[in-house]
């Protein structure tokens, strides 16, 4: 029980029951993430699982904060107000303005962000911090200007709420006699808000619209070496083929079917379809640019060996020789880009096509027990996954019990492995819940202050750290599409907020009995949500005014305090 431990009994609490929440809201997302790259799956995660899942953590605190008895319950609701309160605002103010710090570029000639800049930001500037903040910042795409237009829109159930609420006084009961039914249209309109929002996602999903952000978290399990190249991207290029050759689409002359080629030219055969090719350039192509260490354009057979070897292909310098040779057509021992995004395809069909049953080791050792891809070379060569990170980051463990099997063989990993993510993150978020809402509370109890303030600032660090740091390393990589994957997820998160989570609150005051008595909150989470809104409608966005931005997280707990003393609750 927290109230019977001491100072530091508590604070063990709050630290074991928060790093618990963590781990779970942690599972959740990377389980999430490894479903997408399930061709089959992406459209209904991206757009109902994902988003869904997502807000688990925070209606979860929410919920248990208003069990117990109807007194009991009346109490600790603060703590779940303080939750989503302080979930909705510390997304939409803290990350997002690390994420503009971080995704920042100098601002070229013609005042908007230059993306192609090298380097894309300087530092330091000669006018110091100032220049820096008038001179660098971020261009908002038409997904992040929408996304605020969505997030506004989904404030609705608030004002239906806390309009009567403004004009209710008196004792809880009678406070929450009137609000029922009020409360009862809040829940209504927050689940239609639910699904609508959720509509919008999978139609972005089903349209392609979520591209990037399917490409980013693609990106993002590669570097942690969690999947194959082939392994993560076969199924998909096997569906984008499948879709070419119903339109007769061949690789190089849309007229004439797949199976053809338009020349006579061997080659022909080999490159992928342009949808496919598209793909993979996509992908790869700040891949190419890393593993091009003299900048010419071309990679020769041993880079491109090493990158595939780096990206966990499982292939051998005689598949890889042959493969090469194919391409290599003035047998010059370079390949340009187009040429590479062609080796490339092969690859992944070669190792789409070979037999299932193959022991995932067999492609690394020989009938003697060599390692075909000669271990000691590769020591020797071997380069850190430069593709998507910087070459002083500390790289994580290839989990070879993936990397190795069959691409199909990999899907189905993949699958397994993310539903129990799911379920063991949801199990701990679901199971500690409970017991952080009582140890918040008794926070609350032994410094002084009100519940509210309390979880607003420490339940946040538990319950959404996860997206605090997807957001970062999503931004960290400078292009239009990832800032737009950064901040679009941030917005995402807040309208779950005022539609799951918010529909949990009005479930719990309708069918409970309890009085949302929170005016002062409300207006706070209302006021933020509005003012980040209306920025995000520029093109772009200065490092200042991500600043600006950043001012909301305090400024609000002193809009609460000042409210609440003088008399409105």
Known sequence: DPTEVGVTGLLWLFLSYGFALYQGANLIS????LLLLVPSMAGLVGGVVLPLLGAVPDGAIILFSGLGSVEEAQETLSVGVGALAGST?????????????????????????????????????????LEDMTTTGVSLTDAVQKGGIVMAWTTLPYFLIQGPALFLHGPTQEVATGEHWWSFAGLVICLIGLAWYMSIQLQQSRADDDRGRRMAVLKKQLQKGAVSLSGAIAAECSALEARAAAEYQSPNDPSTPLTSSSNG???????????????????LGDGFRSYDS??????????????????????????????????????????????????????????????SEESPDATTTNANGED???????????????????????QEEIPEELTDLPPDQQQAAI???????????????????DPMVDVLSAIADRVNIGPFYVSFVLAPVASNASELIASQYYASKKTRKTISVALSALEGAACMNN??????FMGLIFFRGLAWQYSAETLAILLCQFVVGFFVQAPDMKYSRGALILTIFPLSIALVAGLEAIGID
């Open 30 to 33: 990377e389980g999430s993430d």
């Open 499 to 504: 539609t799951f989570c918010l529909s949990i």
């Open 265 to 283: 030219n061997e080659n022909d055969d080999l490159n992928p379809p342009p949808a496919i090719a598209s793909y993979l350039k996509e992908l």
């Open 415 to 433: 699958k397994k492995k993310a539903f129990y993510m799911l379920f063991m993150g949801t199990i701990l978020v679901l199971y500690f819940s």
């Open 294 to 355: 003299d900048n010419n354009g071309q990679l020769d057979r041993k880079e491109v060996f090493v990158f595939f070897r780096d990206f966990n292909e499982a292939i051998t310098e005689e598949e890889m020789n042959e493969l090469f040779e194919k391409f290599d057509a003035d047998h010059s021992g370079s390949i340009s880009y187009d040429e590479f995004i062609g080796v490339a395809y092969m690859l992944i069909k070669l190792q789409d096509s070979k037999s």
């Open 89 to 129: 605002i510390m997304l939409l103010t803290i990350p997002f303005f690390l994420s503009i710090m971080g995704g920042r570029v100098d601002y070229g000639l013609d005042g908007k962000p230059d993306y192609f800049g090298k380097p894309k930001l300087k530092l330091p500037k000669a006018g110091g911090l």
């Open 372 to 394: 075909n891809g000669d271990s000691s070379e590769r020591a020797s060569i071997s380069m850190t996954r430069t593709a998507f990170t910087s070459q002083d980051e500390e």
